[in-house]
């Protein structure tokens, strides 16, 4: 018999409260399947999923095969995210550096948009992950009514409502909010470092730089040149013996 989730009182958060205003560049840009029209468009959508999930994906964290079953309609973007979600990367990255409480924020921040509501919703979704495993946790976020009345099955998840009109700074992006790591482990990799800075920069605005050509370009080059030093030896009349010899004569 399956343990059902445990009970949470639901929060007033910025996407709980209906948005009124026009969308325009502060709002998050919604990246679906839905008004595909070229190749190159898909190309954008896998770059955004990976951001949401991953924040940057390398060449060894892309999922070659998913992309490509992605390309050819066989999934759609919820599987997509799914199959990211149970990713080495994932698991690598966000799993094992980090508790259960704190690897469940990171999910429900990736892929319901949101955070957490409370301590009791990271210990409900913790015994999914004690209960379920990780495959358990991705199916029941996926599956639950928030993400499918909010994103479907063809839209990328984004952080809801992350800017407010009315409000002079929004929401931090959850990657700089939630970093990889937690304190713990950023401790056992020495972060953060102190890095002393012994030279002062300083700032030249763009119009003052020297461009190609100044002589100023070529001041450290013409210092850096080794002339010969070598000064020839004087001689004085009293070291040469013969020197009327020495003196040519026309004959």
Not at 93 to 103: I, L, Q, V
């Amino acid at each position: 018999m399956a343990i059902p989730l445990l009970s949470y009182a639901p929060k007033s958060q910025n996407q709980r409260v209906a948005g009124y205003e026009t969308p325009g560049d502060e709002q998050p840009r919604t990246y679906t399947t839905d008004n595909i029209l070229s190749p190159g468009d898909m190309g954008v959508l896998i770059e955004a999923a990976y951001r949401q999930i991953f924040f940057h994906a390398f060449k060894w964290d892309r999922e070659v095969a998913l992309e490509s079953q992605l390309r050819n309609g066989q999934i759609t973007v919820r599987d997509f995210i799914r199959g990211l979600l149970l990713s080495k990367t994932y698991y690598n990255s966000f799993y094992e550096k980090n508790s259960n409480y704190r690897f469940v924020e990171h999910c429900v921040q990736k892929v319901l948009g949101r955070d957490v509501y409370s301590e009791r919703e990271k210990i409900a979704w913790s015994i999914v992950v004690a209960n379920k495993g990780i495959a358990g946790l991705a199916d029941a976020l996926l599956n639950s009514e928030e993400y499918l009345s909010n994103f479907g099955y063809n839209t990328v998840p984004y952080q809801r409502r992350r800017i407010l009109p009315g409000r002079a700074q929004g929401e931090l992006p959850f990657n700089i909010k939630s970093p990889r790591y937690d304190a713990y482990h950023r401790a056992q990799l020495g972060f953060p470092q102190i890095v002393w800075q012994m030279e002062v920069k300083s700032f030249v605005p763009q119009d003052k730089r020297a461009k190609a050509g100044d002589p100023s370009l070529y001041k450290s080059l013409a210092q850096g040149i080794n002339l010969p030093t070598s000064v020839p030896p004087r001689v004085t009349a009293s070291n040469i013996g013969d020197y009327e010899s020495k003196v040519p004569r026309r004959r």
